[in-house]
């Protein structure tokens, strides 16, 4: 038996289905969010699509698509992972959203977490 790997897809934006997780996503997010709300905003660059997943305070976590790999940024840690699949780059998304306001110590609501 072969292992078969799904890359992500070349095309420069999003596709419908990625469209509907990302926003399902950012709904998510905005449920646990200290704020109550997550913008995500999705746009086209020149190597491939991206998403910014940011609250009140600006962008938290980048979500690029660039050579059939899913490229995650945390941008408050600048961490980053790769994947070549969505639903573990969503999964790192979420990881890295849930982590910022607990590591974030210029952020006065980290001492009130938990």
């Known amino acids: 038996m072969a292992t078969i790997t799904f890359f992500a897809p070349a095309e420069r934006q999003w596709t419908s289905?990625?469209?509907?997780?990302?926003n399902a996503l950012?709904?998510?997010l905005g449920n646990e969010s200290y704020f109550g709300w997550c913008d995500v905003?999705?746009?086209?660059a020149g190597d491939g699509p991206r998403a910014e997943f940011c609250d009140h305070f600006g962008c938290v976590v980048r979500l690029t698509r660039s050579s059939r790999r899913y490229e995650i940024t945390c941008m408050r840690t600048d961490v980053c992972s790769r994947t070549t699949k969505l639903e573990?780059?969503?999964e790192l998304v979420r990881g890295r959203w849930n982590l910022r306001a607990h590591t974030d110590p210029d952020r006065p609501l980290h001492r009130y977490a938990g």
């Open 17 to 22: 289905r990625q469209r509907n997780l990302l």
């Open 26 to 28: 950012c709904r998510t």
């Open 41 to 44: 905003m999705m746009s086209s």
């Open 88 to 90: 573990r780059a969503l």
